[in-house]
């Protein structure tokens, strides 16, 4: 029988590495030895990308991302858009529509103002597509070697519609899991301009507002059992998130995952999985089997899910654990990363 | 007659400086002609510290702060005492009491894991003291050399109770302008452990959460008019602001302002104003004079308002303007600051 156990190196580390921001098994660590020993509590979950509150009679999503991604300008988009879309996405994977935004920028000392203004303007452009209005906001300014031109926190609120609970924990066994569509797309596409690597066919980041698509899901069924955007750590980390916390296993059908050719062609020269690389407009769900084909008819109805497709199902066998079925008939194990493949790609 | 335009080097400017992270007129001017033109609306004011919101029927109010204070720890408190407090204020500033917090962290790599372990423990320990929760989080890792060990962005949400409106645009002439206390101390705190400076008597940080004092304050009578904490560019600057959005003037009695010996010394060598030296555990509120003796009184009675002092009021003359009355019986001209004295106090 396999047995899988998460590697624990923070025991062994004194210092932050990069991967402490990966989202793979570093970051998870960093979360559970050091920042929930020291202001966990009922709220702090690491299983959900945002809070389920109750204020005042409502309830609530609440949820914050920083942005640190470099060059702050890709094909596709910019550090301004990952602001908006990045929180607007987490707050959908809680079924709730994005209301109110915050945006905090740490300059850096020397950095152009015309670069602060398109960065600004791509930010507004994109608040204005999800239907997210920023409210507040605060600017801090850090000497030159502190910062890296722009970085950007926004944090976002919105109402989780009546009867919707979307947590890793409500998965079965016989859930079809759903891809809404390419993966991989966002983390080529940051490489493609990093390192001056090239790929010959341009590859665009997916950085999209889910909240319309997650909408049309809903529409379906509010019995949705969990939501997840596959950002770093790419699908990989977030199937093994789902297993992890769900306790169930996840079989995956390789054949059956949207992989396009240039990002195929990219990652077999880099060496590097598609299903470990970052994705910035795409979810993964977790459907009960008698509304998924209903599900992928809406998703595929919808131009951000036009590409939907089921990858798999969740399972009995091997709890917690996530599986492949490859082309050729085999198996492999579907391990969460350790850290980013790629570091700075949000 | 005196006039006084708000000086405009934005236009003349090219790059980032350090003041327009300062809180001063620099700021202002980023926010106007940049941030306000690319993702501005009805909800996005300069002239509060949390926007007040409407969702679900709940009315909430909502800020954002992050926070780039150089030392991580300096005497009275750490940045992670402030990414709390600071945000809790804001909050308190609009009435509203602190319920819910996010953390988003940017790390340095390289940074002791150690370190970031202290910083999460005092922010543990200052959100349980003010009473909030923090419920969602993220940590970014940047290289080494494009950050600064760490830099925290909190977010947060509350209630406003029924009945409470605060806002500059609500001040009118007559109205009591009172500090909760000592002014100046935060920033020779930082002072004093920056630059080797030492000023002989240890100041500590006033570095504190503001919510149950504004709660006391708010049960003598929801009818205060405005509440501002005097951060960067200190009170000068938070009664500039006020002045300018409620179109009123401000006359202070600058005797009656509370500066503390060691804070007056430390100045006095520096050659600083404590008027624009930045506070972190102080208000400054505009009272209708009906009221004034009963809130002052309220104040007093909590540990946090001990010192609190009338110091001034609004006045018809010379709208928009700060004046003060000299200890010798003159008048001048407080200014908003241009930018901060000392860059990164929070």
């Not at 059992?225 to 916390?245: F, K, Q, S, Y």
Request: glycine fraction near 14%; charge should be negative.
């Amino acid at each position: 029988m396999l047995s899988w156990t998460c590697p624990a190196p923070l025991r062994d580390q004194q210092r932050v590495v990069m991967g402490h921001g990966g989202g793979g098994a570093l970051s998870a660590e960093l979360i559970e030895q050091v920042f929930a020993p020291a202001y966990g509590g009922p709220g702090l979950s690491a299983t959900t990308d945002a809070a389920a509150l109750e204020l005042g009679g409502a309830r609530l999503a609440f949820s914050t991302d920083s942005f640190v991604v470099r060059p702050l300008f890709f094909p596709g988009g910019s550090i301004g858009d990952l602001a908006v879309n990045g929180t607007v996405n987490d707050l959908a994977m809680s079924g709730a529509r994005a209301a109110y935004l915050s945006c905090g920028f740490i300059l850096e000392e020397g950095v152009g103002i015309e670069t602060v203004a398109r960065v600004a303007d791509a930010l507004g452009a994109a608040a204005r597509t999800a239907g997210v209005r920023v409210v507040t906001g605060d600017t801090k300014v850090v000497e030159a070697g502190h910062g890296d031109g722009v970085y950007i926190n926004t944090s976002g609120i919105g109402l989780i519609p009546d009867g919707v609970d979307l947590r890793p924990e409500r998965v079965v066994p016989g859930d079809v899991v759903i891809v809404s569509g390419d993966i991989g797309v966002h983390g080529v596409a940051i490489m493609s301009v990093r390192e001056g690597l090239e790929f010959g066919t341009a590859v665009e980041s997916d950085c999209a507002a889910l909240g319309d698509l997650v909408g049309a899901m809903l529409a379906v069924t509010p019995d949705l059992h969990v939501l997840r955007d596959p950002t770093r750590g790419g699908l990989a980390a977030a199937l093994n998130e789902i297993a992890a916390a769900s306790g169930t296993g996840v079989v995956v059908q390789e054949r059956a995952v949207p992989v396009p050719a240039p990002v195929a062609g990219a990652c077999a020269v880099l060496g590097l999985d598609p299903m470990y690389v970052a994705n910035e407009g795409k979810l993964v769900a977790f459907v009960p089997r008698e509304h998924a084909d209903a599900v992928l008819a809406a998703m595929r109805a919808h131009p951000l899910g036009a590409g939907a497709a089921v990858i798999g199902e969740a399972v009995e066998a091997h709890p917690g654990m996530v599986v492949a079925r490859t082309a050729l008939g085999g198996t492999r194990v579907v391990d969460m990363p350790l850290g980013e493949q790629l570091p700075r790609i949000c």
